[in-house]
């Protein structure tokens, strides 16, 4: 990255404080992705294979019945952890301005003071930093209903699930132990299909930041400072 032309520095989303806040931040997304996401992945599909399989075993018919609010569950799940990132992207962008603002003027503060600009600095800080309350303010009204309603969507499957376990027990179809570990192991499931399901687009953020990160790293430089010719 060193090695590129001080022009392409000079440009606004290449300056210091854009630069060190892009990198530190894609390099925990490649992280994440290539330590973290891939094995909970693998972990997640044998601990479903595993589950489906003891499920149907124990209590088909109450397993089928679960099985089919798999897709409420999954969604109720998968809203609840997307509501609680809440408007994730366009308030880490605000706050990136922010210390890209106060990380460029702390860097040049001598020249910030000579020419007096210390309120001009201030109040273009506290715009950024407004722009984040109001995304702020905004997830938390859309978090608490989005809670409410993924919750009465999970209970509802729940409800669902034991009622139907009760009328197995009732006709003698099946018996409390095996009604019991059914409904748990195929509620375990569904949660680790919807925790698969939520880092597909971790995966993909990850994906983007490797090719962000490598971008900036192996960009050819417009003039080589090793070559006397372009110099």
């Known amino acids: 990255m060193l090695r590129n032309e001080i022009g392409w520095f000079d440009m606004d989303t290449n300056n210091t404080g854009s630069l060190t806040s892009t990198l530190a931040a894609d390099a925990t997304l490649v992280k994440s992705l290539l330590a973290e996401r891939l094995s909970s992945i693998m972990l997640n599909i044998s601990i479903t294979v595993t589950a489906f399989a003891i499920g149907y075993k124990l209590c088909w018919r109450l397993a089928l019945v679960v099985t089919v609010t798999f897709p409420i569950l999954i969604a109720a799940s998968i809203a609840e952890k997307e509501f609680i990132k809440g408007l994730g992207g366009d308030y880490s962008k605000a706050y990136s301005r922010a210390i890209a603002l106060a990380s460029e003027a702390i860097t040049n503060i001598y020249t910030v003071a000579a020419f007096g600009s210390e309120d001009m600095i201030t109040k273009q800080f506290s715009s950024e930093l407004r722009r984040s309350n109001k995304k702020a303010l905004l997830r938390a009204h859309i978090t608490a209903i989005g809670f409410g309603t993924s919750h009465c969507l999970a209970y509802f499957s729940y ?73």
Not at 193 to 204: L, S
């Open 159 to 231: 409800a669902l699930g034991l009622w139907y376990s009760s009328k197995l027990i009732k006709n003698k179809e099946s018996n409390f132990g095996d009604t019991l570990k059914t409904f748990i192991v195929k509620i375990f499931t569904a949660t680790t299909i919807a925790e698969t399901f939520g880092v597909v687009p971790d995966i993909v953020k990850g994906t983007k930041a490797l090719e962000s990160v490598f971008s900036i790293l192996e960009r050819i430089t417009e003039i080589e400072p090793e070559d006397s010719i372009s110099l």
